[in-house]
């Protein structure tokens, strides 16, 4: 699959905002009786992306759980804190803390004793930026989808999916190693796939390369007349599968490359016209009444 990656420096990357997701472990819901009135300690949070990075100022969310499963077998989540470093007292005893940043984050165990505690995360992560074009054109972020999944596939040739839908322009946080991506255009056909490498610190842009077009139909009564009212349309593949239904009187779409068949139902009479889609080519297609 065509695509090419750039790798850029990530000091603008720490300080960007964006909401920070854990969907892979199971807990349970913070308990407000969960802390008596006892004396608390200071436990100190921070995080980098590298061995050798700054704390992460911005973006970051502390999440911190009781060692030992509840009646339920989840962890009782104990406190939060959101932001960069982070600085919550707690009763003395040992936690789980996971430090999340987007769609990276590590887990520590920590034992807090009267001396506090200072614990310094580093996530290993990076940003993976994602856009595409079509024959050199570049593709409107409106017309895009990607979703990202583990490389590695299950014994049913399944990937786990790490993020849905995910807007064209935007870094998402990710732990390092290699993602299988796979990028929409529009919403019927028009996919490619790739797989991207994250390295820590960095920001993996990816420019995918589409092999898609816009299509309009229109019934007309004449070659550049005004659309017909009262229709509906089917479009059907060179297979005859179909892939597009529609009661617009004009509509539109985006196909991948290839041979198809517009079929539009006036009243009772019916109209075919094949069309063909090229890469980056946007057409019109429209049928005539006689």
Known sequence: MLFRAFFLVLFWFVASVASAQDSSTSYAPADPNALPNVTGYEMVLDAKLTENGNSIE???VWRIFRERPDADGKLPLVATAKGGTASVSLPAGTYLVHAAFGRAGATKRIALGSGGAKESFVLQAGGLKLSAESEGQ???????RFSIYELEQDEEGERKLIALNVAADRVIRLNTGTYHVLSRFGTINATVRADLVVKAGEVTEAVLQHRGANISMRLVSQIGGDPVANTSWAVLTEEGEE????TSVSPSLILAEGTYEASVRNGDRNFRKSFVVEPGKNIRVEVLLN
């Not at 570049?138 to 895009?144: E, G, R, S, T, V």
């Open 138 to 144: 570049a593709i409107p972020a409106k017309d895009l």
């Open 243 to 246: 892939v597009f239904k529609s």
């Open 58 to 60: 911005r973006g970051m």
